[in-house]
């Protein structure tokens, strides 16, 4: 299987960034830690993005972080082979709003 692009849209970007700047203000190194954990997931998926289940009847996937309270949101393009990242996101938020 061919690995598919990772595209992160703004949303998903903007999400990363306060979390990582979020975290680094914690403990020293915490941001770098979530990015890798993020990086890790996100070549996971880019390997094989049907890994991850889609929910609430739509095309959207969900991978739950396994360290931080996280969800990366995607869908996938076919025929692009490209993964569309809508968001990353904090497990205490809705995530009915994907619905």
Do not use: C
Request: charged share 25%; net charge negative; proline share 4%.
């Amino acid at each position: 299987m061919s690995q598919y692009s990772i595209e992160i849209l703004e949303p998903a970007e903007i999400e990363f960034d306060e979390a990582y700047e979020w975290y680094n203000k914690q403990l020293t190194g915490l941001g770098r830690k979530f990015f890798g954990e993020v990086s890790r997931y996100l070549s996971s998926i880019s390997e094989n993005p049907y890994k991850f289940a889609a929910k609430y009847d739509n095309e959207l996937h969900f991978a739950t972080l396994k360290i931080f309270p996280f969800l990366i949101v995607y869908w996938v393009d076919e025929a692009s082979k490209t993964v569309f990242v809508v968001s990353i996101f904090h497990t205490s938020r809705n995530p009915k709003k994907f619905k």
